[in-house]
Structures are given as structure tokens and as C-alpha cells.
């Protein structure tokens, strides 16, 4: 026997979670599936940033994720001890002035608990194995623990990250480069500079992201060849030592840690007929600005809402959501591309002429007012 409905999510991370709720809260019909058996529980992203927290306002979850998390309204670029930009979220016109602080795994359990307040849950370790179009609809044949069965939707959301079945199922291309390995760490450490600020160091070797977490954590995050698979508290000390402040840290232990590749990728199209991409099946860039989960869950609401408008009366809504979303991803994308390469420049004439650029632009009220609305997701 086959299941119908009008939508199948396949992906249960933060953007298949928020296009969830998106659409349960239009009434709409659908299924969400997810290969794993459990969510993940480790932090992954950690920032949520003011755009989407007025996405998350409208599916219901800001407040509990704002009471959870750590409000930072200051964001810098450093080159050691020498601050060369800043950025105060303060300037922005938004209810949330400030960067959230908090680990995705919190971030998805908000989201799952919001879902099952709607009367939702995600069936796991229900693995996809195929799709198959017939018609006006695609059936799925998913594969769990209690037997293989089929789901039959009109609509198919690939929701499951880089290596998305659904895309590669629906024949989209996802072209891109690697910019290769990077460290990741969750550590308790004596840090110098002041909790209400992320801090981004620009060195030779590579970019350094350290960002106050909840209870007493930093998330420590950065590009290095060959980096451990599990890093250890002298990895972590070592590379702070290189590229960070030059005194005043004190990295005590590793909370959790592992290494991941980073890849700058954008779908060919965010829609192939009744296939549709969110989050990193759609998009994967370099966490510099930290906007990988946040484009995800802006894409999830927009497309929760273009799917109910189309469900209801029709018309181009969903192409509308497609060529929007991607122009939208194609800007973070090169925006975070300049900033990689910018950061990481080898030659010591060019990196002496960016820190000049940088300081002497960052003077300006405009400039940094700017970069304050571009990180926040409002430019």
C-alpha cells in the first residue's frame, strides 16, 4: 500500500525542521523523513543571526532559543591583537540586535519540539532509497528497520544536505571548489577578549573564528591543512597561539571536536519540477560569517509559504521561490568566497595593503552600519 501526501521533507536538520513547521502551520499535508535513528547531538553551526531570528519569531521559536542561547553584539576582525574592522549589530533596526549564540543540536530540539506542539513528528531511520515520478506525483520507496514502504507526494524537499539524493535523483548539478580542511572545536578555555564579541583573525595560515557559546563554552573554528579528525586541547592552543591573541588564552579542555572539508557549492536550480532543494543540498559555503544554517532556514519559510500559496490557488510561486532563493545564496556565496581569500592572503605586501584598507574603511559609521546589516542577513 502507498502512503499520499502533498509533501515529503527528506531531511530533518534545521531547514527540513523550520519548512516543517512553516507548513504545518498552514495546514498543509505532509511527511518528514529523515536516515538517522536519533539527531545528532553534537553543536555543528552555532550562530543564528537577526534576519533569521525573525524567521524563527514567525515558526514560533525565537524566544525559547534566545533564553537558551548567548546574546553577542559585537563582532570584530583581528589580525592578533590589532582589531582592523568592527561591526555593532546595536545599528540594526531589528528586535534582536545581536548575533545568537547557541549549538545547533539546542537549536534542532527547539525546532522538533515546536513540531510536535503541531502535531508533527519526523519518522527516523527512514532511509530514501529511490524516487520514482509518475505523473503528477513522485513515489519514494524508503527503507527502515520495520520493512520498506512507499510515500507517494506531489511535492519532494530535499532537505538532505550536500550529498542530497534528491538532487542528484531530481539531475540538478552542484558545481564548486573545496577550499579544504578545517578544525572545529567546542573547548573551556581563558579567553581575553570580552563575551559579547565574535572575533574573526585574519592570518597567513588561514582564518580563526572564536565565539562565546552558553555555559562557559567557545566554539573555536578554523582552516588547517590536514587537521585532526579528533582535535586535542594542545591542537586547539597551538593554533590560537599562531593566529589569535598573543597572550591571555588558555585552552583547558576539548568539550568536542572533529575536522570537516569545506566545500563552495550552489545548485544548478533550486526546483526541478516537483523536486525542490533548501539548506545545504541546495548551497554549501565557507562558515566564514558563519551563514550556511541561516540561509537555510530563510529558504525553508520561503519556501514553506510559495508551496501553500501554490497548494491553494496555483501560479508561478514555486519557479518565483527558486530563482529568488538561489540569487539570494549566489550573494552569500561570494561573499564569503572574497572573504576567505581575502583573509588569507600569502604575500606580506598584500595582507600590510588589506589591513591599511580595512582600518581606514572601517572608520566609516556607513561601512561598518553595512557589513552589521549584511552579516545579520538584512543586505
Not at 530533518?12 to 525542521?17: F, K, R, V
Not at 582535535?231 to 598573543?246: C, E, K, M, W
Amino acid at each position: 500500500m502507498i502512503e499520499t501526501t502533498d509533501v515529503l521533507i527528506v531531511g530533518a536538520g534545521p531547514a527540513g525542521l523550520a519548512t516543517a513547521i512553516g507548513l504545518a502551520q498552514a495546514g498543509v499535508e505532509f511527511r518528514i523523513v529523515d536516515a538517522l535513528p536519533a539527531a545528532q547531538n553534537t553543536s555543528r553551526a552555532a550562530v543564528i543571526h537577526a534576519a533569521t531570528l525573525e524567521t524563527l519569531g514567525r515558526l514560533k521559536v525565537a524566544e525559547q532559543l534566545i533564553s537558551q542561547g548567548i546574546k553577542t553584539p559585537d563582532f570584530r576582525v583581528r589580525q592578533r591583537d590589532r582589531v582592523l574592522l568592527e561591526a555593532r549589530f546595536s545599528v540594526l533596526d531589528s528586535a534582536t540586535p545581536y548575533a545568537l549564540m547557541i549549538p545547533q543540536d539546542e537549536t534542532e530540539a527547539v525546532l522538533t519540539t515546536r513540531l510536535a506542539q503541531l502535531g508533527h513528528q519526523v519518522s527516523r531511520a527512514a532511509q530514501v532509497v529511490e524516487f520514482a515520478r509518475q505523473q503528477d506525483r513522485v513515489v519514494a520507496r524508503i527503507s527502515s528497520a520495520s520493512g520498506d514502504q512507499s510515500i507517494a507526494a506531489r511535492f519532494i524537499i530535499g532537505a538532505d544536505g550536500e550529498k542530497s539524493l534528491v538532487r542528484t535523483s531530481a539531475g540538478i548539478g552542484f558545481p564548486g571548489k573545496t577550499y579544504g580542511s578545517f578544525l572545529l572545536a567546542d573547548v573551556h578555555m581563558d579567553w581575553p577578549i570580552a563575551v559579547s564579541e565574535v572575533s574573526l583573525f585574519f592570518a597567513q595560515g588561514g582564518t580563526l573564528v572564536v565565539a562565546p557559546m552558553s555555559r562557559s563554552r567557545f566554539r573555536v573554528v578554523a582552516q588547517l591543512a590536514d587537521a585532526p579528525a579528533q582535535p586535542s586541547t594542545a591542537d586547539v592552543q597551538r593554533l590560537i597561539d599562531l593566529r589569535g591573541p598573543s597572550r591571555g588564552v588558555k585552552v583547558h579542555d576539548v568539550i568536542w571536536g572533529s575536522r570537516f572539508q569545506v566545500h563552495h557549492k550552489i545548485a544548478d536550480r533550486f526546483r526541478d519540477g516537483p523536486f525542490l532543494l533548501v539548506g545545504d543540498a541546495a548551497h554549501v559555503h565557507s562558515p566564514a560569517g558563519g551563514q550556511g544554517m541561516n540561509l537555510g532556514v530563510r529558504d525553508a519559510e520561503a519556501l514553506a509559504s510559495a508551496l501553500t500559496d501554490f497548494l491553494r490557488h496555483g501560479g508561478t510561486q514555486l519557479d518565483e521561490y527558486a530563482a529568488a532563493r538561489r540569487a539570494s545564496a549566489q550573494q552569500v556565496l561570494d561573499r564569503t568566497d572574497r572573504l576567505t581569500r581575502l583573509a588569507t592572503l600569502k604575500s606580506q605586501a598584500p595582507r600590510w595593503l588589506r589591513d591599511r584598507v580595512l582600518t581606514l574603511v572601517g572608520r566609516s559609521p556607513v561601512v561598518r552600519k553595512r557589513i552589521a546589516q549584511m552579516l545579520a542577513g538584512f543586505a
